[in-house]
């Protein structure tokens, strides 16, 4: 029998993510949940993407970094102030090293597998059992309006947010790729909330970041994002939900 794994928010950093599967032994027989955010920031996020894309045991939901990127690169034309916007806002947020290696490195069939397989990627999973335990996965936030319960069953992806009105579509984005909870929040109701997009320094003092764990939620974004800025208060985090056990690596 395999484990079940959770990390968040790798942000590039491709040595400190392969060195985490050899930490955890990870096999054939497991399963790993990203949280989100795997791109941007550090300068290997499309190698990343390209690892997971050769593994079937990897499921990446999508994060606000992954969404600015579809933002701009499925745009039919590549100008003019909508194109600039999109842009702007993906740079300003660490993505220029993600669009140049995007750019500049694949070519227009990889590109075109690439967002695909982006656009296939989950906004959220409100379950998964592990022994009898639920959990729900998101990048930022739950969906607590059910706000997609208006969307035809399956997985709830970018693509089908057209079936929304467009205020919906925009507020359940918003909700679950960049909305931080207060860290006061108890909703129970969710079973547990495995969330990232938010460091958890946010919450707790513990340097190097932990998990932070509060009421029926637990935050893995243990600030990879620092790494790659070259800063000490970051590490990358793996939860293991068959015993909730936390596995570190700086």
Request: net charge negative; hydrophobic share 40%.
């Amino acid at each position: 029998m395999g484990y079940t794994y959770v990390m968040a928010d790798i942000h590039g950093m491709y040595e400190a993510y392969l060195a985490m599967l050899e930490k955890i032994k990870f096999g054939p027989g497991d399963i790993l949940y990203v949280l989100g955010d795997v791109i941007d920031r550090g300068r290997d996020g499309i190698r990343i993407l390209r690892d997971f894309m050769q593994r079937d045991n990897v499921t990446l939901l999508l994060g606000n970094h992954e969404d600015m990127m579809l933002q701009v690169v499925t745009m039919d034309e590549m100008s003019g102030t909508e194109y600039e916007k999109n842009m702007y806002q993906w740079s300003r947020n660490g993505g220029d090293v993600t669009a140049q290696f995007f750019f500049h490195c694949l070519n227009y069939k990889e590109q075109a597998k690439m967002i695909a397989y982006l656009e296939a990627c989950p906004l959220f999973l409100p379950e998964i059992v592990v022994n009898g335990k639920r959990y729900y996965l998101v990048h930022a936030f739950p969906d607590l309006e059910g706000l997609a319960d208006g969307i035809s069953g399956g997985t709830v992806t970018t693509d089908s947010l057209s079936e929304l009105p467009p205020a919906a579509a925009r507020r359940l984005r918003n909700a679950v790729l960049w909305r931080r909870p207060e860290g006061t929040e108890t909703l129970s109701e969710y079973g547990t909330i495995l969330f990232g997009h938010t460091p958890t320094i946010h919450y707790q003092e513990e340097l190097p970041m932990i998990f932070w764990h509060g009421r029926n939620m637990i935050d893995v974004d243990c600030g990879c994002a620092y790494l790659a800025a070259g800063r000490t208060e970051g590490q990358l985090g793996c939860l293991r939900l068959e015993d909730e056990k936390e596995f570190y690596l700086r």
